[in-house]
């Protein structure tokens, strides 16, 4: 079955009221491919003025960087599953390196929000990835599996119709230093098979697998054409222009 392909812009802790307005306002404009599914990711603050800001009839859809796990309550500076759902939000990026590796986040919390996103109807960018020293050692297989797993240990096969995965090597996050095609379709290829075997045929063929990690106007092409790459979380590219080609990549 073909997979729709997905490109995620995550603005991180990026832009004012005024560029990210302008930023969508260009996507409203632009000609969009009508067969990639798109989702901006703006700064939990903005997410209200994103949302209101997209054109509907564009179909570009607004994700949160982050929710908590937890229903409601004394959880100073988080925000749930409801709420977003409340604000017409229906996607978050989850599990990203720089909330594990800045911030603490372990496998085992990003798993726990997950599982509670997707429960509460709130669909997942789902990240893993390994560090230069880990890839260096040999180990970037076993890294993306430790994770994957313990997001298995908390999912259902159904779960997954709510969930992609976006693999970003953090030696290429922002660095310009983007994963070879090769590099990058061997991950994707492992990650697959790793569906199949824990979740079987229909997870593996129809869960899209993201790149991301400097990918750029450029470059976005030639991994568009690799078989397990379905699509891009991109950084730094999607505050300019040239989003817009990376959202055509696929051509
Ligand atoms: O989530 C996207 C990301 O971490 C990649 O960032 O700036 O390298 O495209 P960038």
């Known amino acids: 079955m073909a997979r729709k392909f997905f490109v995620g812009g995550n603005f991180k802790m990026n832009g004012t009221k005024e ?146 995965i976006a693999y970003e090597p953090i030696w290429a996050i922002g660095t310009g230093k983007v994963a070879t095609v090769q590099q990058a379709q061997e991950v994707h290829e492992a990650i697959r098979k790793w569906l199949r075997t824990q979740f079987g045929d229909a997870v593996a063929d129809e869960t899209r697998i993201l790149y991301g990690g400097s990918v750029n106007g450029k470059n976005c092409k030639d991994l568009a054409k690799e078989k397990d790459i379905d699509g891009f979380l991109v950084g730094g590219a999607s505050l300019k222009p040239e989003f817009v080609d990376i959202i055509n990549s696929n051509q």
């Open 19 to 164: 560029s990210i307005k302008s930023i969508i306002e260009n996507l409203n404009k632009a000609s969009l491919d009508p067969n990639v599914e798109v989702v901006i990711a703006p700064p939990a603050l903005y997410l209200q003025l994103a949302r209101d800001t997209v054109d509907k009839a564009s179909g570009v859809e607004v994700a949160a960087q982050n929710v908590y796990h937890k229903p409601n309550g004394a959880y100073t500076g988080e925000i749930s599953v409801a709420q977003l759902k409340d604000s017409d939000i229906h996607w978050t990026i989850l599990g990203h390196s720089e909330r594990r590796t800045l911030l603490g986040e372990t496998d085992e919390l990003v798993a726990s929000k997950t599982k509670a996103a997707v429960e509460g109807g709130v669909s997942v960018i789902w990240c893993c990835g390994e560090s230069l020293e880990e890839r260096e050692a040999g180990n970037t297989v076993a890294v993306v599996e430790r994770q994957l797993a313990a997001l298995a240990a908390k999912l259902s096969a159904a779960d997954w119709k709510k969930i992609v």
